[in-house]
Structures are given as structure tokens and as C-alpha cells.
């Protein structure tokens, strides 16, 4: 019976350590997301008025599709949103 008992914490313990890493892998990987797409947006927003300043209306709109474009990609999620706009407007 003790085998047994053994047995089954070793088990437990091994799955509480999966389940652990499991989830301090997914937390970094939301919070890495997160950062990427608030970043995305404040550089959308940034070449948005220095684009304006030149006289340039080219926009970029701040939405949920260019902030998960943003948060997928990084920073070459924005220059794709831009050479998207560029394209459209040739």
C-alpha cells in the first residue's frame, strides 16, 4: 500500500510542475502579445501625426485588427499595415 501512495504523489507532484511550466509559458506569452500590441499602437499613432505634420493623410486607424496585426508581428506587423495603406492609395 505504501508503494502505492508513493506512486501517486510522484505522479501529482510530476503533473503540478507540468501544469506550472504550462502556465508560466502561456503568461509570457500573453503578456509578450500585450506589450508588442500596446507598443504597435503607440507607434501607429506616432507615424500617424508625424506623417500629418508632412501633409501626408495617409492614416493607419487604431482598431482591433491593427492591434492584433501589431501584437502578432511586432514591429513588421505595423510596417505591413502602412505598406498596405501606401498600396491603397497608389
Known amino acids: 500500500m505504501e508503494k502505492e501512495a508513493g506512486m501517486i ?30 507598443m504597435g499602437g503607440i507607434a501607429i499613432c506616432g507615424v500617424n501625426m508625424a506623417l500629418k505634420s508632412m501633409g501626408i493623410t495617409w492614416e493607419v486607424g487604431i482598431n482591433p485588427l491593427s492591434l492584433l496585426m501589431s501584437g502578432t508581428l511586432g514591429f513588421n506587423g505595423v510596417s505591413l499595415l502602412y505598406a498596405v495603406t501606401a498600396f491603397h492609395f497608389l
Not at 510522484?10 to 500596446?38: D, M, P, S, T, Y
Open 9 to 38: 504523489v510522484i505522479a501529482g507532484a510530476c503533473l503540478l510542475v507540468l501544469f506550472l511550466v504550462a502556465v508560466k509559458n502561456k503568461a509570457e506569452f500573453i503578456l509578450n502579445f500585450c506589450l508588442r500590441a500596446v
